[in-house]
């Protein structure tokens, strides 16, 4: 059988994004910055980090129903929250 | 015919409908349960609740506190919490590619990259430790302030997950060892593999939260 083979798997790209978004933080925190909308950058980029973990490494993304949202619902509320306490001491 | 199903897993699931003749359903439960046991989901997201309610009593509690917070954050080493969250989206990834492994049928390779990701949780709980020893040499301890409180009891908590964590692994990995598991039932490596992507993910949100935002 004649397989065709991919240059990479979607879960090394994935992997490889994760390290690029994690050493953006990272250089934000080096940096000094901070406001809120540092802070809800930040919080955004952990937010996107998270939903591809729930996507690609957990195996969520081709699911159908509720458990398809499960990780989605979970970083959201969490999300809202500190996004709003954040917000009110700005 | 009689089925036993004593776990309750969506191959288990949908092995048991093939077995009474109901056509066409292993599909469509393989697209909407996750992989793995669905225990362990029921588990885990009873810890992602109490992670949440953990991550919003920081932020709600910082408001009181803002300049407490940001001095004290300060302190600690976010050098050593890079190190640690690359080692921890790193092992998930090894984790990833175990279960491709095994879904493949490699057993061997299944244990190699458990052993991958294995090595990478172990780099967490020294960088980790170290990072404790540094704070309790200078004598902090939960009743500091209340941003340490918050600080170690929100990492110490991930912390003893990360063990728990690896406490699963190495027992998929044994058994792998032994042959246990193949391309058609490999459940097990799966349902380790959510949990350890659920100590990732706590940490995903923890190291912006508690090193970064200010």
């Known amino acids: 059988m004649n397989r065709q083979r991919t240059w990479i798997r979607p879960c090394t790209l994935v992997y490889l994004a994760m390290l690029g978004l994690t050493l953006v933080t990272f250089g934000i925190g080096e940096a000094g910055l901070s406001g809120l ?8 980029v952990a937010l996107i980090k998270g939903q591809m973990v729930g996507d690609y490494f957990m195996g969520l993304k081709g699911l159908r129903g509720p458990w398809r949202w499960v990780i989605f619902l979970w970083l959201f509320v969490p999300g809202a929250l500190i996004a709003t306490a954040f917000s009110l001491t700005a | ?9 969506s191959n288990r699931i949908a092995w048991c409908l093939e077995e009474v003749g109901v ?6 439960l393989a697209q909407r349960y996750p992989p793995g046991d669905l225990a362990i989901w029921i588990f885990i997201l009873a810890e992602l609740a109490v992670f949440a309610a953990f991550f919003a009593a920081y932020a709600f509690t910082r408001m009181d ?3 407490l917070f940001d001095t004290y954050q300060q302190s600690l080493d976010r050098r050593a919490a890079l190190i640690n969250t690359l080692a921890l989206i790193t092992s998930s990834y090894f984790v990833v590619r175990a279960v491709a492994a095994v879904r493949e049928g490699s057993n061997h390779g299944c244990v190699r990259w458990l052993l991958a990701a294995l090595g990478m949780g ?6 980790k430790g ?3 020893a540094h704070h309790f040499g200078e004598g902090v301890t939960l009743s500091t302030n209340t941003f340490y409180m918050f600080y170690l009891s929100l990492t ?4 003893m997950h990360v063990i728990l964590g690896m406490i699963i692994l190495a027992a998929v990995a044994v058994k792998a060892q032994r042959g246990g598991y193949s391309a058609a039932d490999h459940t097990g490596v799966e349902t380790g593999a959510s949990y350890w992507h659920m100590v990732d993910l706590v940490w995903l949100i923890l190291f912006p939260l508690v090193y970064v935002m200010r």
């Open chain 2, 122 to 127: 172990l780099l967490f709980l020294v960088v």
């Open chain 2, 1 to 9: 015919m009689k089925v036993h199903c004593r776990r309750v897993t």
């Open chain 2, 130 to 132: 170290n990072e404790y």
């Open chain 2, 156 to 159: 110490f908590f991930h912390f």
């Open chain 2, 23 to 28: 056509e066409g359903k292993t599909n469509d």
């Open chain 2, 65 to 67: 506190n803002v300049e």
């Open chain 1, 37 to 44: 909308e540092i802070s809800l950058a930040v919080l955004a």
